[in-house]
C-alpha cells in the first residue's frame, strides 16, 4: 500500500463520514430506521381511488337558428357577456359566435 493510500484512509476514519464507516451497526440501524418510517408514512396516507375534483368552469351555450354569425354576436352573445362580467371570482370569459350559435366559457379561479 502506499503512503498516500494510508494517508487518505486515516483522513477518511476522522472524517464525517469516517464516523458511520467505524460504526457500521448504527449505520444499518439508521438505515432501517429510514425504511420502516417510510413504510409507514406510505400506509397512513389517506388516499382515493374517485376523488372528487371540482373544475371550475362553466359553458353558456345558446342557439338561435337562422342566424348569422354577426347577428348571433351582438344579439345573443355581448347581452350575455354583459351580465357575466360581474360574476364573483371570474378569470377568464371567452366567447365564440357562429351560424345559429352561441358558445361562451367561463372560468372561475380555481383557489377561491
Known sequence: MHVADEENISNTKDSFWGFFIK??????????????????????????????????????????????????????????EEKLKNLDDLDKLTSTSSEGISSITVEFDARA
Not at 44 to 59: H, K, N, Q, W
Open 23 to 80: 460504526n457500521w451497526r448504527v449505520t444499518l440501524l439508521v438505515i432501517a430506521l429510514f425504511v420502516i418510517g417510510g413504510v409507514a408514512s406510505l400506509f397512513s396516507l389517506p388516499l382515493e381511488s374517485d376523488p372528487e375534483v371540482e373544475i371550475p368552469i362553466a359553458i353558456v351555450s345558446t342557439g338561435y337558428p337562422g342566424a348569422s354569425p354577426t347577428d348571433v354576436e351582438k344579439l345573443i352573445t355581448d347581452r350575455i
